[in-house]
Structures are given as C-alpha cells and as structure tokens.
C-alpha cells in the first residue's frame, strides 16, 4: 500500500491516522477507498462531517452530544437525558465516554443522570489527568447539592480500577455515597463491550 507522494493523499492518510485505534495502513485504506467512490459517497461524506458540527452539541450538563430541536430555541442546553423531569436528579453516574453511558442507557435500568469524563487515567501517566473533565465534574457537585449517590462506572480494566481509585479519592470530601459496579462485569472486560444483562446486574449489585 505505499504508494505514490501525492501530497493530498499524504495529508489524508495523516488525518484519518488521528481517529481512535486507526493506524497509518487502515488510514490508508480508508483513503484508496474515497479514491474509487462514486462523487456522491464523497459528497454524503463531506455533508455529514459539517452536519455533525453545525447539528450536535455537547450537554452543558453531562457533556452527553445531543442535536438541540429548534422549536426549544436558545433554553436548549441540556440533552435529552438532563432535561428528563423523569429523571432521578439525585444519582448521578460517571462514565468515562460517550459510549459507556450509550450502554448503560441501552439497559434501560438506570434512571439517573450521567457524567462524562472524557478519558480514564493509567495509574502512572500524569498527563492523563489534565484530559479529564475533573474541574468540571467538581463543579456539577458543588452545583448540585441535590445529587446523594454518585457511581462510578468504570471498565473493569487497569486503566478503570485506576481511574475508580483516583475519583474515589477526589471526591471524598464532597460527602456524597461513593458506589461501583458489581460483580458481573469480567475481569479486564470493557464496559462498551458488556452486555445489557451483564451491565443491568452490575448496575444492581453496586457497592
Ligand atoms: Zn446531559
């Protein structure tokens, strides 16, 4: 696959490189493929990559990305989840991604609010630390006096245990019940490749 010094398709491979467990070689794949698609493909491509900027926003609240509806006007800042009346406002969940919190919502047995990290540390890389969303997350508790239960819902991965560890440490002066997920959850096993019924019983069995 290596091939030619076309600048533009340098330049693509190089972007397309950044994205989550994407290396030079699927880049470049990914880049052979555009080459051979019809005009179309690539413009539906294009028009959904603005989409997405102009569409979606980030919660103001749980930073959950969600597509404001125009007829809500300027008040829309909450996603669908945190402007939920239905929603205990009491519990609130720490997740380390979007799509953590996705499968914890496909459960459906969870009936509180979330909070998204942005990231897990590894116990050794400070660097990690500056990545999450830790001062936001301070000030959505001191904020919130109404929150009684916070879970963390982390990977039961090295990178999870030690995230737990360090949140559970941070946020022991706020005075608030501290629980995990249960048993059920594999040792080393992701939480976004969990089962419903694997994250339901987790959820349940918190301690
Ligand atoms: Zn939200």
């Known amino acids: ?3 030619n010094d076309s600048p533009a398709i340098q330049k693509l491979i190089e972007l397309f490189s950044q994205f989550p467990t994407i290396g030079p070689r699927t880049a470049g794949r990914f880049v052979f493929h555009l080459l051979k698609a019809p005009k179309q493909e690539i413009d539906n491509l294009v028009a959904a990559i603005i989409n997405l900027r102009s569409r979606v926003r980030l919660c103001e609240f749980c930073f959950n990305p969600f597509e404001p509806s125009p007829d809500k006007g300027q008040e829309n800042k909450l996603c669908e989840i ?3 009346p239905l929603r205990q406002k009491s519990l ?3 997740t380390a991604s979007e799509t953590d919190l996705n499968s914890i919502e496909k459960t459906k ?3 509180g609010i979330y909070f998204i990290l942005g990231g897990t540390v590894s116990a050794l890389k400070k660097t990690d630390l500056e990545k999450l969303r830790i001062n936001e ?3 959505r508790i001191k904020n ?3 929150i009684q239960e916070i879970i963390l819902a982390m990977s039961a991965t090295t990178e999870g245990e030690a995230t737990g560890l360090y949140l559970e440490r941070f946020l022991k ?5 501290i629980t995990r997920l249960g048993r059920g959850l594999p040792v080393g096993g992701e939480l976004e490749y969990a089962d419903e019924e694997t994250i339901s019983s987790a959820l349940e069995a918190r301690k």
């Open 82 to 84: 945190c402007s939920n």
């Open 109 to 111: 047995k969870y009936k």
């Open 137 to 139: 997350l301070e000030s």
């Open 173 to 177: 002066p706020f005075n608030k019940k």
């Open 92 to 94: 609130l969940c720490i």
């Open 144 to 146: 919130r006096p109404e």
């Open 1 to 3: 696959m290596k091939n």
